[in-house]
């Protein structure tokens, strides 16, 4: 058990002394992760809210094979992506392969899924008395959308929260798409199995660090938007 203490010791001094493979590869995994929430969140909640606001045929429909996304495997999405970007797919052209945007791509299409279905949950659940309540105070249509939002604002943090840890820890579109290059698309995961597989436990160990802090920021953030709300 000696070498986990050693393990941890030495990963304190790597983060402490900034070192730079470490931080690369934390810099790189911010980029994509940041990249593809934003696609997400503009993609994912207005199809979230269309979803659980609207009724429309075929509705019950599109939500089973959403709520099936939710369990979509990220190797299998690293697949579809690196089929579409490599030279003989599709988009071989636009030089996506092995770079942080290929990443950002696969990786928003993992988090899509998440919040459209907690965005529609978060929408369901909705006071069905708000809408005729708006209606009656004279709200237009870009109010009523507004103020449904903000009635489920905070299952829409909770998708978006979702979504992130989802992104942040995953492995196997960072490592197909990417291919785990040092200095360029090696992100915490890929680098986290990478060096536990070499033996360095230390790297290891201080990018696990990283990782539950980056966690624990994220929940401190949402409960700070929580008490301001």
Do not use: C
């Not at 058990?1 to 493979?21: H, N, S, T, V």
Request: proline share 3%; hydrophobic share 55%; charged share 15%.
């Amino acid at each position: 058990m000696d070498f986990i203490l050693e393990g941890f010791i030495a990963a304190i001094r790597l983060l402490m002394g900034g070192d730079a493979e470490t931080y690369s590869a934390v810099a790189a995994t911010l980029q994509v992760s940041s990249g593809s929430m934003v696609a997400s969140l503009v993609l994912g909640i207005p199809l979230g809210f269309m979803l659980g606001y609207l009724r429309f045929p075929g509705r019950r429909s599109v939500r089973t094979v959403v709520d099936t996304l939710l369990a979509l495997p990220t190797v299998l999405i690293g697949l579809l992506v690196y089929a579409f970007i490599s030279n003989r797919g599709p988009l071989g052209g636009w030089d996506l392969l092995f770079s942080l945007t290929g990443i950002a791509i696969g990786q928003t299409i993992l988090a899509l899924p998440i919040v459209i279905a907690l965005t529609a949950a978060a929408v369901e659940t909705m006071d069905r008395q708000l809408r005729p309540t708006l209606i009656s105070l004279g709200a237009d249509r870009r109010q009523l959308v507004l103020s449904s939002l903000w009635e489920v604002r905070y299952g829409l943090l909770a998708a978006a929260v979702t979504a992130y840890g989802r992104v942040m820890t995953e492995v196997g579109i960072s490592m197909m798409v990417g291919g785990n290059i040092k200095w360029h698309t090696r992100t915490i995961t890929t680098a986290i199995a990478l060096e536990t597989n070499k033996g360095q436990f230390a790297t290891g160990i201080a990018l696990g660090l990283v990782l539950l802090a980056v966690a624990f920021a994220v929940n401190l953030s949402l409960s700070f938007l929580r008490r301001r709300s």
